[in-house]
């Protein structure tokens, strides 16, 4: 459920000539113009609204803007293929910041409704969608958006390729990369179906990949009920009643279901038994493959209770639905539901993490931009020291969590090609639930600060920026809240018996190395060995303490490996002046709150009577 969308776009990055924009002499002379001996009502005599308006920031090409982005694909893409993906990244980026991201505005404009009843009183739950919605699936499909990761092309890159595709594409979409990532985790999960299930890998994964948009498909995630979100196995009340010809009958209530318009959806749920009992708990739930519509394109059993009135995301269609015996087929082995949809979430999860990146990215390019044109008390704004160093605190963040996200995703494309090490997998079990959290942190801070770079402006809704930061907050929740994922860190620590600690360790000393070698990042290398050390050492002497300090250390463990990234990146791409000083800056910041907060972990007591002086139970 994402959205990011920017504000409307006068002039197309082609005719926009920087150098010379508000340098003409009817707007650099505009409050020149007033005949002083006619006194200053003079400018109003004609023009009731006067003669000054504020020139709106302008969208640039979203990949040659963005320099980390660049340097991380022309370090890691091999040569022989960086030419058509690089094409393919600038001709996108252009796209994205004209025709889409235009269409991403208009699905602002027009959010989605639904109509219940049709005028004789027939029960139709038919859902309306914007024009632009539908061709913002027609886009993904054309792009490639799910397909560039399957398709294989690329090998091991196809999947590196497709997240930053999508990270251009996020903030643009109209919130349409919500489907797409919940289309990316069914994608994940079909494919890797065993035998038995082979009719419905035929009939359905070339639709979820497909380049073709009259044939392409997307997905929902419906788990979601009443009972609460990431609680699944005590929250999960729908039942399927098993029919004779191998297919299920679901009969519950999804809460809270998005892109409620896809083709098909995956779905938890508790097999009904010969007693007509159900098995409560984790081992009580099972997964399932759901068509929307049937083969006369009416809905399959299933009623649209309501749309969900959001704070953001306005743009997706959300609904409750009533599953009133829709047909669906088990696609996991029965009670083990929970572990057949953990690829799912591992891919929705790296989108929340892209997107949060994409978020912050956004907003700063704009804000960027904006200080180029916007004047007050004389000057523009970007020869303000303050205002710059406020820009530039913000650019350090927003290049850590996309380097943290595109070596996620560098990750992920080694595991889906069979070739990842032990280590690479670990690393990866451990950083997906880590720069979701984390990077979901940073777009609210980022986004909110980005806000203030515009003045009032940043709080006019017709300016479209607003929306950047009502959309934003649904990454702290979708998928997880940060306490939810900060115990699934302690929880991937435990069930690898501490491996995955051991990987991330052998990563970030890895990482460091050449830099501790330079003279401008030794000390800074020395300050992340001495974190990651203090870190691990706190894990060791701690265990009372793991629960109520998980999110300190999962916010520990993303700062201390996303600074070895950060030097790595410094030294491997030539030791720019930027790459240093980013690198720096970054490492100059508590890496290690987990250990900075120890003192705290033993107030439990104090922290509760603080919360609840005063309250009365009602």
């Known amino acids: 459920m994402f959205r990011v969308s920017c504000i409307n776009r006068i002039f197309s990055v082609n005719s926009l000539n920087r150098s010379n924009f508000c340098t003409k002499p009817e707007f650099r002379n505009a409050t020149q113009r007033i005949d002083k001996s006619e006194g200053k009502q003079a400018q109003f005599s004609s023009a009731k609204i006067g003669p000054f308006f504020q020139s709106s920031p302008q969208l640039e090409n979203q990949y040659t803007g963005d320099a980390v982005l660049q340097s991380y694909v022309h370090r890691y893409i091999p040569e022989e293929i960086l030419a058509p993906i690089e094409t393919d990244l600038i001709r996108f980026g252009e796209r994205v910041a004209t025709e889409v991201n235009e269409l ?22 038919q859902l309306i969608t914007s024009p632009a919605w539908k061709r913002q699936h027609d886009i993904s499909a054309e792009e490639g958006l799910i397909a560039n990761a399957y398709e294989g092309k690329y090998g091991e890159w196809s999947r590196l390729y497709q ?5 251009l594409y996020s903030p643009s979409s109209g919130l349409y990369s919500c489907p797409l990532a919940m289309t990316d985790g069914a994608a994940r999960v079909i494919k890797q179906l065993p035998s038995a299930y082979s009719w419905i890998k035929e009939r359905a994964y ?32 729908t039942v399927a009643v098993p029919q004779s010809d191998g297919s299920y009958r679901l009969h519950g209530y999804k809460w809270f279901s998005s892109a409620t318009d896809a083709n098909i959806t995956l779905t938890l749920a508790r097999v009904e038994g010969p007693d007509k009992n159900v098995i409560e708990g984790t081992k009580g739930l099972s997964l399932f493959y759901l068509e929307v519509f049937d083969e006369q394109k009416k809905l399959n059993n299933i009623q649209v209770q309501k749309m ?8 997706l269609p959300t609904a409750e639905l009533l599953l009133d015996g829709a047909v669906a087929y088990r696609i996991s082995d029965e009670g083990r539901g929970v572990a057949g949809i953990s690829n799912m979430l591992t891919i929705s999860r790296i989108h929340n993490a892209l997107s949060s990146a994409a978020a912050m990215r956004r907003i700063l390019s704009m804000a960027r931009d904006y200080s180029t044109r916007r004047k007050a008390f004389g000057d523009y704004l970007k020869n303000y020291p303050l ?22 995703a560098r990750l992920l494309g080694r595991e889906d090609t069979g070739i990842a090490s032990d280590q690479e997998s670990l690393l990866l079990r451990l950083l997906t639930p880590l720069a979701k959290l984390y990077t979901a942190k940073q777009a609210m801070s980022v986004v909110s600060e980005g806000l203030e770079c515009f003045g009032g402006q940043g709080y006019i809704e017709d300016t479209g920026l607003p929306g950047l930061l009502r959309d934003s907050q649904v990454l702290t929740i979708w998928e997880g809240t940060t306490n939810i994922l900060s115990l699934d860190v302690l929880r991937a620590i435990t069930k690898t018996q501490g491996e995955v600690l051991v990987a991330l360790h052998h990563s970030v000393m890895s990482k460091i190395k050449k830099a501790s070698q330079t003279q401008e990042l030794k000390d800074h290398s020395h300050r992340v060995k001495e974190a990651t050390l203090k870190v691990m050492n706190f894990v060791q002497t701690n265990p009372d303490k793991a629960q109520v300090a998980a999110r300190d250390l999962a916010y520990s463990l993303t700062r201390i490996y996303i600074a070895s990234l950060l030097l790595d990146h410094a030294v491997e791409c030539g030791m720019t002046r930027t790459d240093i000083h980013t690198a720096q800056r970054w490492c100059e910041g508590d890496l290690a709150p987990v250990v900075s907060n120890l003192p705290h972990y033993s107030t439990t007591p104090e922290d ?11």
């Not at 109509?115 to 027939?122: E, I, M, P, T, Y």
């Open 104 to 125: 991403g505005l208009q699905c602002e404009r027009e959010p989605p409704q639904l109509l219940q009843f049709d005028a004789w009183g027939n029960r139709v739950d």
């Open 163 to 167: 997240v930053i595709k999508l990270f």
């Open 206 to 237: 070339p639709r979820l990949i497909s380049r073709d948009p009259a044939q392409f498909w997307t997905s929902g995630q419906w788990m979601t009920e009443r009972r609460g979100g990431s609680d699944v196995a005590s929250g999960t009340e």
């Open 308 to 315: 969900k009135n959001k704070l953001g995301t306005r743009q």
């Open 387 to 408: 205002h710059v160093q406020t820009l530039a605190r913000m650019e350090v963040e927003v290049r850590a969590a996309t380097i943290l996200v595109l070596e996620v």
């Open 608 to 618: 509760l009577h603080l919360v609840f002086q005063n309250y009365s139970e009602q």
